[in-house]
Protein backbone atom coordinates (compact mmCIF):
# COMPACT_ATOMS: atom_id res chain seq x y z
CA UNK A 1 0.00 0.00 0.00
CA UNK A 2 1.10 3.14 -0.56
CA UNK A 3 -0.01 6.53 0.94
CA UNK A 4 -0.09 9.75 -1.39
CA UNK A 5 -0.90 12.97 0.46
CA UNK A 6 -2.12 16.31 -1.26
CA UNK A 7 -3.17 20.14 0.25
CA UNK A 8 -6.91 19.92 -0.63
CA UNK A 9 -9.65 18.02 -1.28
CA UNK A 10 -9.76 18.74 -5.05
CA UNK A 11 -6.48 18.29 -5.60
CA UNK A 12 -6.60 14.82 -3.67
CA UNK A 13 -9.90 14.07 -5.91
CA UNK A 14 -7.75 14.80 -8.98
CA UNK A 15 -4.65 12.88 -8.61
CA UNK A 16 -6.66 9.91 -7.87
CA UNK A 17 -8.82 10.10 -10.96
CA UNK A 18 -5.64 10.76 -12.86
CA UNK A 19 -4.24 7.78 -11.41
CA UNK A 20 -7.21 5.56 -11.59
CA UNK A 21 -7.26 6.64 -15.43
CA UNK A 22 -4.21 5.18 -15.80
CA UNK A 23 -4.36 2.10 -15.11
CA UNK A 24 -7.67 1.96 -16.96
CA UNK A 25 -5.99 3.13 -19.90
CA UNK A 26 -3.25 0.39 -19.42
CA UNK A 27 -5.62 -2.46 -18.83
CA UNK A 28 -7.15 -1.79 -22.05
CA UNK A 29 -4.34 -1.65 -24.14
CA UNK A 30 -3.36 -4.87 -22.63
CA UNK A 31 -6.00 -6.91 -23.01
CA UNK A 32 -8.84 -4.92 -24.94
CA UNK A 33 -10.86 -4.30 -22.01
CA UNK A 34 -11.15 -3.62 -17.92
CA UNK A 35 -13.34 -4.40 -15.31
CA UNK A 36 -13.60 -2.27 -12.34
CA UNK A 37 -15.91 -2.01 -9.08
CA UNK A 38 -16.80 1.88 -8.22
CA UNK A 39 -17.84 3.35 -4.28
CA UNK A 40 -20.14 5.95 -4.47
CA UNK A 41 -21.05 8.23 -1.28
CA UNK A 42 -19.75 12.50 -0.53
CA UNK A 43 -16.20 11.73 -0.85
CA UNK A 44 -16.32 10.33 -4.14
CA UNK A 45 -17.79 12.86 -5.78
CA UNK A 46 -15.18 14.95 -6.65
CA UNK A 47 -13.52 11.85 -8.32
CA UNK A 48 -15.85 10.94 -10.11
CA UNK A 49 -16.13 14.54 -12.14
CA UNK A 50 -12.45 14.48 -12.60
CA UNK A 51 -12.36 10.50 -13.56
CA UNK A 52 -15.06 11.46 -16.42
CA UNK A 53 -14.26 14.89 -17.07
CA UNK A 54 -9.88 14.24 -17.72
CA UNK A 55 -9.56 10.59 -17.41
CA UNK A 56 -9.87 10.03 -21.56
CA UNK A 57 -11.24 6.29 -21.00
CA UNK A 58 -12.56 4.74 -23.71
CA UNK A 59 -15.33 3.32 -20.71
CA UNK A 60 -17.35 1.38 -24.30
CA UNK A 61 -14.14 -1.57 -23.46
CA UNK A 62 -15.26 -1.85 -19.50
CA UNK A 63 -17.36 -3.37 -17.51
CA UNK A 64 -18.54 -1.92 -14.05
CA UNK A 65 -19.78 -3.76 -10.58
CA UNK A 66 -21.57 -1.85 -7.99
CA UNK A 67 -20.11 -1.76 -4.48
CA UNK A 68 -22.91 -2.04 -2.26
CA UNK A 69 -26.23 -1.03 -1.57
CA UNK A 70 -29.00 -0.50 1.02
CA UNK A 71 -31.26 -3.78 1.13
CA UNK A 72 -35.14 -1.80 1.06
CA UNK A 73 -34.49 1.06 -0.60
CA UNK A 74 -36.15 2.10 -3.77
CA UNK A 75 -34.13 3.72 -6.31
CA UNK A 76 -35.81 6.27 -6.14
CA UNK A 77 -34.94 7.25 -3.11
CA UNK A 78 -32.02 10.05 -2.75
CA UNK A 79 -30.05 7.83 -0.93
CA UNK A 80 -30.02 5.19 -3.33
CA UNK A 81 -26.53 4.31 -4.42
CA UNK A 82 -27.84 3.20 -8.25
CA UNK A 83 -29.75 6.46 -8.00
CA UNK A 84 -26.29 8.16 -7.35
CA UNK A 85 -24.29 6.44 -9.91
CA UNK A 86 -26.65 6.48 -13.04
CA UNK A 87 -27.09 9.96 -12.79
CA UNK A 88 -23.44 11.31 -11.54
CA UNK A 89 -21.57 8.36 -13.04
CA UNK A 90 -23.13 6.18 -15.80
CA UNK A 91 -25.18 8.72 -17.89
CA UNK A 92 -22.09 10.92 -18.06
CA UNK A 93 -19.73 8.30 -18.83
CA UNK A 94 -21.49 7.26 -21.35
CA UNK A 95 -21.51 3.70 -23.31
CA UNK A 96 -19.90 1.37 -20.73
CA UNK A 97 -20.06 -2.03 -22.10
CA UNK A 98 -21.65 -3.65 -18.54
CA UNK A 99 -23.00 -2.34 -15.83
CA UNK A 100 -23.24 -4.43 -13.03
CA UNK A 101 -26.18 -3.16 -10.18
CA UNK A 102 -27.23 -4.28 -7.19
CA UNK A 103 -30.75 -4.25 -6.73
CA UNK A 104 -31.02 -3.78 -2.90
CA UNK A 105 -34.99 -3.77 -3.06
CA UNK A 106 -36.02 -7.18 -4.09
CA UNK A 107 -37.79 -9.28 -2.31
CA UNK A 108 -34.93 -12.10 -1.67
CA UNK A 109 -31.68 -10.22 -1.18
CA UNK A 110 -29.69 -13.28 -0.83
CA UNK A 111 -30.51 -14.39 -4.39
CA UNK A 112 -29.45 -11.62 -5.58
CA UNK A 113 -26.27 -11.84 -3.47
CA UNK A 114 -26.49 -15.41 -5.44
CA UNK A 115 -26.97 -13.69 -8.71
CA UNK A 116 -24.29 -11.42 -8.54
CA UNK A 117 -21.22 -13.56 -7.54
CA UNK A 118 -22.53 -15.94 -10.17
CA UNK A 119 -21.54 -13.57 -12.84
CA UNK A 120 -17.86 -11.84 -10.89
CA UNK A 121 -16.85 -15.84 -10.47
CA UNK A 122 -15.66 -15.39 -14.67
CA UNK A 123 -14.61 -11.69 -13.85
CA UNK A 124 -10.81 -10.37 -12.43
CA UNK A 125 -11.67 -7.25 -11.19
CA UNK A 126 -8.67 -5.04 -12.57
CA UNK A 127 -9.47 -1.86 -10.31
CA UNK A 128 -11.55 -1.19 -7.44
CA UNK A 129 -12.44 2.83 -6.36
CA UNK A 130 -13.08 2.66 -2.61
CA UNK A 131 -13.13 4.81 -0.06
CA UNK A 132 -13.57 4.31 3.90
CA UNK A 133 -15.92 5.19 6.46
CA UNK A 134 -16.08 7.45 9.65
CA UNK A 135 -16.00 3.97 11.47
CA UNK A 136 -13.06 2.60 8.99
CA UNK A 137 -15.38 0.40 7.25
CA UNK A 138 -15.03 -0.89 3.84
CA UNK A 139 -17.44 -0.79 1.44
CA UNK A 140 -20.63 -1.65 4.38
CA UNK A 141 -18.22 -4.34 6.25
CA UNK A 142 -18.59 -2.42 9.32
CA UNK A 143 -16.78 -3.67 12.42
CA UNK A 144 -15.77 -6.31 13.04
CA UNK A 145 -15.55 -7.64 9.36
CA UNK A 146 -15.21 -10.57 8.34
CA UNK A 147 -12.03 -11.03 6.68
CA UNK A 148 -12.12 -14.63 6.12
CA UNK A 149 -15.81 -14.62 4.26
CA UNK A 150 -15.25 -15.74 0.58
CA UNK A 151 -18.59 -15.19 -1.19
CA UNK A 152 -17.89 -11.85 -3.46
CA UNK A 153 -21.44 -10.42 -2.58
CA UNK A 154 -22.83 -10.86 0.68
CA UNK A 155 -25.35 -9.40 3.37
CA UNK A 156 -24.05 -7.43 6.33
CA UNK A 157 -25.74 -5.22 9.14
CA UNK A 158 -25.07 -1.53 9.37
CA UNK A 159 -23.65 -0.19 12.89
CA UNK A 160 -24.98 2.74 14.54
CA UNK A 161 -21.82 4.78 13.90
CA UNK A 162 -22.18 4.11 9.71
CA UNK A 163 -25.75 4.66 10.10
CA UNK A 164 -25.48 8.03 12.03
CA UNK A 165 -22.54 8.95 9.36
CA UNK A 166 -25.61 8.84 6.64
CA UNK A 167 -27.55 11.09 8.64
CA UNK A 168 -24.96 13.36 8.89
CA UNK A 169 -24.03 13.55 4.96
CA UNK A 170 -27.75 14.51 4.37
CA UNK A 171 -29.05 10.95 2.70
CA UNK A 172 -31.50 10.83 5.39
CA UNK A 173 -34.07 12.69 7.63
CA UNK A 174 -33.51 10.78 10.40
CA UNK A 175 -31.35 7.77 12.28
CA UNK A 176 -34.52 5.76 11.91
CA UNK A 177 -34.57 5.71 7.98
CA UNK A 178 -31.58 4.36 7.82
CA UNK A 179 -31.34 0.97 6.41
CA UNK A 180 -30.09 -1.77 8.87
CA UNK A 181 -28.55 -3.96 6.26
CA UNK A 182 -27.21 -3.97 2.60
CA UNK A 183 -25.55 -6.36 0.25
CA UNK A 184 -21.71 -5.38 0.24
CA UNK A 185 -18.85 -6.47 -1.51
CA UNK A 186 -16.96 -8.59 0.93
CA UNK A 187 -13.50 -7.66 2.06
CA UNK A 188 -12.07 -10.88 0.28
CA UNK A 189 -13.30 -10.35 -3.09
CA UNK A 190 -11.71 -6.12 -3.02
CA UNK A 191 -8.70 -7.52 -1.98
CA UNK A 192 -9.06 -9.99 -4.91
CA UNK A 193 -8.67 -6.44 -7.18
CA UNK A 194 -5.67 -6.28 -9.11
CA UNK A 195 -5.52 -2.44 -8.15
CA UNK A 196 -6.98 -0.64 -5.55
CA UNK A 197 -7.49 3.16 -5.46
CA UNK A 198 -8.75 4.55 -1.91
CA UNK A 199 -9.80 7.65 -1.62
CA UNK A 200 -10.20 9.42 1.90
CA UNK A 201 -10.86 13.15 1.65
CA UNK A 202 -12.15 15.60 4.57
CA UNK A 203 -11.54 15.70 8.39
CA UNK A 204 -14.37 13.68 9.55
CA UNK A 205 -12.25 10.52 8.34
CA UNK A 206 -9.16 11.70 10.14
CA UNK A 207 -10.05 9.28 13.36
CA UNK A 208 -10.98 6.50 10.69
CA UNK A 209 -7.28 6.86 8.94
CA UNK A 210 -5.65 7.11 11.70
CA UNK A 211 -7.23 3.93 13.63
CA UNK A 212 -7.05 2.46 10.14
CA UNK A 213 -3.71 3.36 8.71
CA UNK A 214 -1.51 5.13 11.86
CA UNK A 215 -0.06 1.67 13.03
CA UNK A 216 1.14 -1.60 11.49
CA UNK A 217 -1.73 -3.27 12.87
CA UNK A 218 -4.22 -4.84 10.82
CA UNK A 219 -7.69 -5.64 12.68
CA UNK A 220 -11.24 -6.58 12.15
CA UNK A 221 -12.30 -3.92 14.47
CA UNK A 222 -10.78 -1.32 11.78
CA UNK A 223 -11.63 -2.79 8.80
CA UNK A 224 -9.64 -0.48 6.25
CA UNK A 225 -6.59 -1.82 7.93
CA UNK A 226 -6.76 -4.79 5.38
CA UNK A 227 -5.65 -2.82 2.73
CA UNK A 228 -2.03 -2.20 3.96
CA UNK A 229 -1.72 -5.79 2.77
CA UNK A 230 -2.62 -5.12 -1.02
CA UNK A 231 0.89 -4.33 -2.78
CA UNK A 232 -1.42 -2.46 -5.53
CA UNK A 233 -3.24 -0.16 -2.83
CA UNK A 234 -3.03 3.58 -3.58
CA UNK A 235 -4.16 5.66 -0.75
CA UNK A 236 -5.25 9.00 -1.17
CA UNK A 237 -5.07 11.71 1.56
CA UNK A 238 -5.64 15.15 1.87
CA UNK A 239 -4.14 17.33 4.99
CA UNK A 240 -7.24 17.18 6.54
CA UNK A 241 -7.74 13.48 6.82
CA UNK A 242 -4.07 12.91 6.97
CA UNK A 243 -3.70 14.84 10.52
CA UNK A 244 -2.99 12.53 12.83
CA UNK A 245 -0.27 10.60 10.97
CA UNK A 246 2.90 10.97 12.15
CA UNK A 247 5.91 10.07 9.94
CA UNK A 248 6.51 7.41 11.89
CA UNK A 249 3.58 5.67 10.81
CA UNK A 250 4.08 6.63 7.78
CA UNK A 251 7.20 5.59 7.12
CA UNK A 252 6.39 1.71 8.42
CA UNK A 253 3.46 1.37 5.50
Known sequence: MKINIYSNKKETSKEAA???ASILKKTI???GTATFVIATGVSQLDFIEHLIAEGNVDWSKTRMFHLDEYIGLLESHPASFRKYLKEKFISKAGGIKK????NGDVNDPQKECNRLNKILQNEIVDIAFVGIG???HLAFNDPPANFEIEDPFIIVNLDNQCRKQQVGEGWFNSFEEVPRQAISMSIKQIMKSKNIICIIPGKRKA???KDCFGTDKISPLYPSSILKKHK???VFLDFDS???LSKISLDKI
Open 29 to 31: RQK
Open 232 to 234: NCF
Open 134 to 136: ENG
Open 18 to 20: LQA
Open 99 to 102: VNLI
Open 242 to 244: AKY
Open 207 to 209: QAV
